[in-house]
Structures are given as C-alpha cells and as structure tokens.
C-alpha cells in the first residue's frame, strides 16, 4: 500500500509540473530538439575531479550530433549545482550553464531528481529521450540511511566535500525509489550507468519499466568511467543500437587504455521488455534447484572482509549453470537469458580496487553472463530480508529460502 500510494502521489506531482510547462511562452523555449540525453551527475563524493574531464569529452563528443540532438548535463560537485545544454557547436572553453541553483541539495534524493527530470521535459520536448546516471554505487543494495555502510545509486555528502560520506538522510538513492520518479515520466530509449555494479538483475527488474535497454556494469567501473568522445555520437545515431555504445565502452578500454595502464571493463546490455519472460524462467529453475550452494560460481566484486553490509555479487547465468542438472529446463532458461541480455563482454582484466589488487579477471569469458544476482547467506541477515522486499526476489525466487 505505501509504495503505490507513494507511486501515486509521484505520477499526481509530475502531472501539475508538466501542466505547469504548458503555461511557457514560446521564447521560454530553450530548444526545438529531437533527441536528448540527460547526464546526471552526483559527484560530491571522491568522484568529483574526474566530472570536468568527463563533460569536456561530452562537449568533444557532441560536435558529431545533428542540429536538433542534445546533451543535458547536471552535475552536482564540491560547487553548487547546476545544468549545461550541449549542442553541436558548443565549445567546452566557453560552456555556461543555462540553470544554476542557489542552495546545494542532495541529489540522490528523489526530490533532486524529479526537479532535474522536470526541468528537462519542460524545456526540452524531444522524440527520444535517454539517461545516463554517473556516480558511485552498489547495485540493489538500500541507501546508507536504511541499513550502513551500503549505497545504492549515488553518493551525495551534502557538504561540498571530495569525500563519500554518508551519514545523511537521502545521501544516497534506492533504486525503488529511481524507478518511482523515472515511471512519472516518458519512456527512455536507454539508461546507461556510469557506475559500479549496475548490471543486477534486481536492478534490471525494477527498472524495466522505466527504459527499453540498460546499459551498465556488473563490477568495478574506473574512476575515468566512460569514453564520452567515442560514445556520444552513437547515443544519436539514427540507427541507434545501445549494443555499439557498449562496445565502443569497451573497445575504448580493450585498445586504447588496457596497453598503457591496468584499468578495464566489462559491460552487458538487457532488453527491458524480455525480463519478465526471464523472470518466469528463473522461478523455474529456483522452485526445482536453487539450494545453498554456489560452489565454483564467479563473483564480480569482491570485497577485502566480506560482512554483513558487503556481500558478493555472483555471476547470475552461473549460478543458474551450478543449480540447474535438467538440460532441457537449462536450455530453456538459456534462451530466455540470451533474450534478455543481448550484449555481454569486456577486456579480460578489470577494475577491482575493493580486492586490494586493484584487479580482476574474468576467466571463463565464455559461460560468464556479465549480470549479477544476489545470493542470499547466513552472514548477510539484515540483507536477506531486505532482499525479500524486492521485486526480482518476489517474481524469480517464488519464496524461496533457506536462511532465517
């Protein structure tokens, strides 16, 4: 009842802000554009020297759009925040924001977001829309304020500091709580996360709604993150496929970086629209073989101790691999998989400073599905029933369980 009452007054708050866009005048207009790219940018945390880097490769990127595409930038930093209109023709030397907001806010809480959303869909009615959330972040995991030393998308410290402190309320962003303001608003083509360990199958399933493909990490993403001057233009192609911006991620990183430096990584995309077919094809093989025991399976993330609030994020397509012992219900929970995830793969190496290394490597790249899912274990109490709550849990596990 809370959530759809919370869903409800969401979609009834979005609706009075676009009425309100009707009443603009034509000059208030800012653009006749087609396409648009909103860039939401939480770096005030330990992210915030690579932002400026990341939006001059936007601007360098950007030169390659047509006349009527657009790039949203907002970007929260160790300044207050603010909103930059790429086009084809600006130039990063003389980039000035065409929003500035007087008071610092958190801009992982929803209020931040629905403000930014809004300011977008007013001033920028376009055919397509896409989003790009660039942070730090934890997957499916609650937001620090509900449970510690955990954080979903994002890190806000409130203070324009350079660090991650997360001791606030909405310092951090549930993705329920994404999903709730992004369903108030049209459909994205795409959403892209500039951020670790996005690439969940829990993640996917709350926000398949809320875009047609997601685009992300199931591991460590570097802090200089995405190659913006590469793949930027493909966010615009006419023929637009979000399979070659993650290649052109990765490709970047395989070729251009791997040979200089450790850094890489690795990427899937999921076609939103087949996830509740693999939802259904999971419950099966969950309801007849999921047990307690992932022996073998591969992990993207690592941390030194793992803890109650730090858990592993396993290979999904593995685990289903190491439970299931019918061929047939494999096979066809394998289509299902391959259906929904149309793209998978990266350099062999990757990013994965929380080991100690700094460095990880897939060594099956094979079998390995590049999505994670969460396994349920003894040691993560607080964990598991915060897992039961979610959507992915309730539609896949079919109230499966073996821990208390």
């Excluded at 959303?117 to 376009?126: L, Q």
């Excluded at 690439?199 to 802090?223: F, H, K, T, W």
């Excluded at 070659?244 to 251009?256: C, I, M």
Aim: hydrophobic letters at 35%; charged letters at 25%.
């Amino acid at each position: 009842m809370y959530r759809a009452t919370r869903y409800m007054l969401t979609f009834m708050f979005a609706c009075i802000l676009f009425a309100s866009c009707k009443d603009k005048s034509e000059e208030d207009v800012y653009a006749d554009v087609n396409n648009v790219v909103l860039v939401y940018m939480a770096a005030e945390n330990s992210l915030c020297d690579f932002a400026d880097d990341d939006i001059y490769e936007m601007c360098v990127g950007a030169r390659k759009m047509g006349k009527h595409d657009r790039v949203i930038v907002y970007v929260d930093d160790n300044t207050k925040p603010r909103i930059y209109e790429l086009r084809d023709t600006t130039q990063y030397k003389y980039l000035t924001p065409v929003k500035k907001y007087s008071t610092d806010w958190m801009s992982t809480s929803a209020d931040a977001l629905r403000e930014v959303m809004t300011f977008v869909h007013c001033n920028y009615e376009a055919d397509n829309y896409g989003i790009v959330f660039w942070s730090h972040a934890n997957g499916w995991l609650p937001e620090q304020y509900a449970m510690s030393k955990t954080r979903a998308f994002g890190v806000d410290n409130g203070k324009d500091y350079k660090n991650n402190d997360i001791s606030a309320e909405n310092s951090q962003m549930s993705i329920e709580t994404m999903a709730s303001v992004l369903q108030a608003f049209p459909k994205n083509k795409f959403i892209m996360f500039d951020a670790c360990q996005m690439q969940c199958i829990e993640c996917d399933y709350v926000l398949r709604n809320c875009a047609d493909y997601i685009i992300a990490c199931p591991g460590e993403i570097p802090g200089t993150g995405a190659p913006y001057h590469k793949i930027v233009p493909l966010m615009f192609s006419t023929s637009f496929n979000p399979v070659e911006v993650a290649k052109e991620y990765n490709n970047y990183y395989d070729y251009e970086v791997e040979e200089y430096y450790r850094d890489g990584v690795i990427l899937s995309v999921v076609d939103c629209s087949r996830l509740e077919n693999l939802a259904s094809a999971t419950a099966t093989v969950i309801s007849q073989f999921g047990r307690d025991d992932i022996s073998g399976v591969a992990d993207f993330y690592n941390f030194l101790n793992e803890s109650a609030t730090n858990p592993r994020f396993y290979d999904f397509k593995e685990i289903i691999r190491s439970w299931c012992t019918d061929e047939d219900i494999y096979q066809q929970w394998l289509a299902a998989f391959n259906q929904a995830v149309v793209y998978k793969g990266g350099t062999q190496w990757y990013s994965a400073y929380l080991q100690g290394d700094g460095i990880a490597k897939i060594n099956d790249p094979e079998n390995c599905g590049y999505v994670s899912m969460y396994f349920p274990k003894e040691i993560h109490p607080v964990l598991n029933k915060w897992y039961e709550q979610n959507e992915w849990y309730k539609a896949a596990w079919g109230g499966v369980k073996w821990w208390n």
